[in-house]
């Protein structure tokens, strides 16, 4: 049972432009959302958060977006930069689970320059 | 601020044949967890330490593996016997406490290969 999915398993984007990676869960529960970026070899980095209570959070070049009655949620990367060039990983965890973690598939982000 | 420590970074063993992973969580971080992490998928929690006590274990398949967090600090994660079906990377992260809203800071992985 896939409670977090990305279905999108890659990306590719020209830098400067606009990169949408998308995640659509289906547990009810969820009412924290985070997103993560893994370098190769590397652990996952946090990135960005949104609690249930927001439809959007911005950081810097990051916007996430969620849209609460589709049980979706998006990341905006804006300009893209080469080095965004990652695997980026949406990631929920609900009031009454203790900071338990469910993650997504993982999308494959390439930025060319 | 140092990071969360894993150690080894790669391990290859034989089916049957038993391996242990070892981590440091960040100072001061009361909540260490254990993730398995298999190609192209993404993590999946096996177990979640708060202090030097479990608090959800229920993704662990118990037959062959074990962890203890040691005075609440250190933790190692051990496999006995592997399966090929083990291969894997896992991640050791740690917060602050397990709020929901809590930050997880993960470690840098080891790569188990079982042949």
């Known amino acids: 049972d896939q409670q977090v999915k990305q279905n999108s398993p890659s990306l590719s984007v020209q830098e400067g432009r606009i990169s949408i990676l998308n995640c659509d869960y289906t547990n009810s529960m969820f009412d924290y959302f985070l997103w993560y970026k893994k370098y190769p070899a590397e652990g996952p980095t946090f990135l960005i958060s949104i609690s249930s209570i927001k439809d959007k959070n911005e950081d810097g070049r990051f916007t996430v977006f969620l849209n609460k009655s589709a049980k979706h949620l998006s990341l905006h990367i804006v300009p893209s930069q080469p080095g965004d060039s990652a695997v980026y990983f949406c990631?929920?965890?609900?009031?009454?689970?203790?900071?338990?973690?469910?993650f997504g598939q993982g999308t494959e982000l390439s930025v060319k320059p | 601020e140092a990071g969360v420590a894993q150690s080894p970074r790669y391990k290859i063993i034989e089916k049957r044949q038993s391996v242990a992973f070892w981590c440091n969580p960040i100072?001061?971080?009361?909540?260490l967890y254990w993730y398995q992490q298999i190609l192209g998928q993404g993590p999946k929690l096996l177990i979640q330490?708060?202090?030097?006590?479990?608090?959800?274990d229920s993704q662990l398949p118990k037959d062959r593996f074990s962890a203890e967090r040691l005075k609440g600090v250190d933790s190692t994660l051990k496999i006995q016997p592997a399966k090929l079906e083990d291969s894997a990377v896992y991640l050791c992260a740690s917060s602050l406490d397990r709020l929901e809203k809590n930050i997880q800071y993960f470690g840098a992985g080891t790569r188990l290969s079982v042949l």
């Open positions: 990631a929920a965890s609900a009031y009454n689970q203790g900071g338990k973690l469910i």
């Open positions: 330490f708060q202090n030097n006590g479990v608090v959800d």
């Open positions: 100072s001061g971080h009361a909540t």
